[in-house]
């Protein structure tokens, strides 16, 4: 039995991962990793989450990033009665470590594999696959 632990980090589950097996030996792992939509995660205004209703207000300020301050402090070091900022195109990234796009992995083993056996498990951005070894034919 060969098992397998693959890093997903940023998939939204099961549904963006594809495998494909080529010559019963070589096992290919494909994922997409779709960038954030902020508009849905920042500003729906139907979070009851303090630092939410507080990035809210802060889009409604005049809040330039400042590289030399933190998270926090950019997005919570605002002040009030600034207008400004009405739309969430306008928002500039002060850190994104977040890589977006197309994850591909191929894996070769040494034998063939009963690629029918094959279980695999998606949590928590680990995908864990379980491959059988294909057993010899009695003659």
Same mark, same amino acid.
């Given at each position: *039995?060969?098992?397998?632990?693959?890093?997903?980090?940023?998939?939204?589950?099961?549904?963006?991962?594809?495998?494909? #097996? $080529?010559?019963?030996? /070589?096992?290919? /792992?494909?994922?997409?990793?779709?960038?954030?939509?902020?508009?849905?995660? #920042? $500003?729906?205004?139907?979070?009851?989450?303090?630092?939410?209703?507080?990035?809210?207000?802060?889009?409604?300020?005049?809040?330039?990033?400042?590289?030399?301050?933190? $998270?926090?402090?950019? /997005?919570?070091?605002?002040?009030?009665?600034?207008?400004?900022?009405?739309?969430?195109?306008?928002?500039?990234?002060?850190?994104?470590?977040?890589?977006?796009?197309? $994850? *591909?992995?191929?894996?070769?083993?040494? /034998?063939?594999?009963?690629?029918?056996?094959?279980?695999?498990?998606?949590?928590?951005?680990?995908?864990?696959? *379980?491959?059988?070894?294909?057993?010899? *034919?009695?003659?």
């Amino acid at each position: *039995m060969y098992y397998l632990e693959v890093e997903l980090p940023g998939i939204g589950g099961p549904r963006d991962i594809e495998t494909h #097996w $080529f010559y019963e030996s /070589i096992l290919q /792992i494909k994922a997409t990793i779709h960038k954030s939509n902020l508009e849905a995660v #920042w $500003f729906d205004d139907k979070s009851d989450d303090k630092l939410h209703q507080q990035v809210l207000h802060a889009r409604d300020t005049d809040n330039k990033c400042d590289e030399k301050k933190s $998270f926090k402090e950019n /997005i919570l070091g605002h002040k009030r009665g600034h207008q400004g900022i009405h739309a969430a195109s306008t928002i500039q990234f002060c850190l994104n470590e977040r890589r977006t796009g197309v $994850f *591909m992995r191929n894996v070769c083993f040494a /034998i063939a594999v009963d690629s029918d056996g094959v279980q695999a498990r998606f949590r928590e951005g680990l995908l864990v696959i *379980m491959v059988p070894k294909r057993h010899a *034919m009695a003659l």
